[in-house]
T-cell receptor, first 115, second 115 residues
C-alpha cells in the first residue's frame, strides 16, 4: 500500500453522525484523492486536491467534505447529509494531478458502516 | 465522456495456464491506460501503464498488457497464472474531462486461479 496510511481500518457510526476518515502520505506527492468503492460499481471519485489549500469536487461529492491544510494530509468527512454512507473508502495520491500519466498510490482503505 | 468497460465479471483459469483480463476504453485524445490489482480488504496496487511507445507494456509480477488503438483495448495478460494472482483487477483510463485530467476506473474483474 505504499506510503499512504488510512485510519481507522473499520469504522462504525450511527445514522446522523458526522465522521472523519484520516489519510496521510509520506511520498511527497502533490495530488491526493478520495474514492468510494461499492460492489459492482468500481471506484467513484469523491474529491481531489492538486495542491495544499485547494481541492475540487469529484463525481459524487454531495454529503462529503475535505480539507488540505498540509501536503501530507487529506481528511474526508462523511456528513449526515450523505444518504448512503456505508462503503469502502480509498485514499490515493500521485506525483501531480496533471502530467504524463502518473499512476496513483492507494492506502489500505477504511470500511465505514453506518446503522 | 470517457469510459472503461471490463466485460467479464469473473475469469477462471487453471494454474499454469495463460490468463487474459479484458479492457476496452473510450476517451478523447491520446489515452493513458492503467491496470491495478486489489486483494481482499486492501487498497489498489499499481501493476502497469501505457503512456506512449511500444504497444506491449510489461509490469509487476510478470503481468503485461497490450495496447491496441484500433480496437481501443488494453487487455492484461500473463503467460502462466499463479494461485496467488487471484484478486480483483481494475483497468483505468486517464484523459481530459472538463479541463482536468480525470481517471475513470472499470468495475473490476475477479480473477480466480484454480490449483
Amino acid at each position: 500500500d505504499g506510503g499512504i496510511t488510512q485510519s481507522p481500518k473499520y469504522l462504525f457510526r450511527k445514522e446522523g453522525q458526522n465522521v472523519t476518515l484520516s489519510c496521510e502520505q509520506n511520498l511527497n506527492h502533490d495530488a491526493m484523492y478520495w474514492y468510494r468503492q461499492d460492489p459492482g460499481q468500481g471506484l467513484r471519485l469523491i474529491y481531489y486536491s492538486q495542491i495544499v489549500n485547494d481541492f475540487q469536487k469529484g463525481d459524487i461529492a454531495e454529503g462529503y467534505s475535505v480539507s488540505r491544510e498540509k501536503k501530507e494530509s487529506f481528511p474526508l468527512t462523511v456528513t449526515s447529509a450523505q444518504k448512503n454512507p456505508t462503503a469502502f473508502y480509498l485514499c490515493a495520491s500521485s506525483i501531480a494531478l496533471i502530467g504524463a500519466g502518473y499512476e496513483q498510490y492507494f492506502g489500505p482503505g477504511t470500511r465505514l458502516t453506518v446503522t | 465522456a470517457q469510459s472503461v468497460a471490463q466485460p467479464e465479471d469473473q475469469v477462471n483459469v487453471a494454474e499454469g495456464n495463460p490468463l487474459t483480463v479484458k479492457c476496452t476504453y473510450s476517451v478523447s485524445g491520446n489515452p493513458y491506460l492503467f491496470w491495478y490489482v486489489q486483494y481482499p480488504n486492501r487498497g489498489l496496487q499499481f501493476l502497469l501503464k501505457y503512456i506512449t511507445g511500444d504497444n506491449l507494456v510489461k509490469g509487476s509480477y510478470g503481468f503485461e498488457a497490450e495496447f491496441n488503438k484500433s480496437q481501443t483495448s488494453f487487455h492484461l495478460k500473463k503467460p502462466s497464472a499463479l494461485v496467488s494472482d487471484s484478486a480483483l483487477y481494475f483497468c483505468a483510463v486517464r484523459g481530459l474531462s472538463g479541463g482536468y485530467q480525470k481517471v475513470t476506473f472499470g468495475i473490476g474483474t475477479k480473477l480466480q486461479v484454480i490449483p
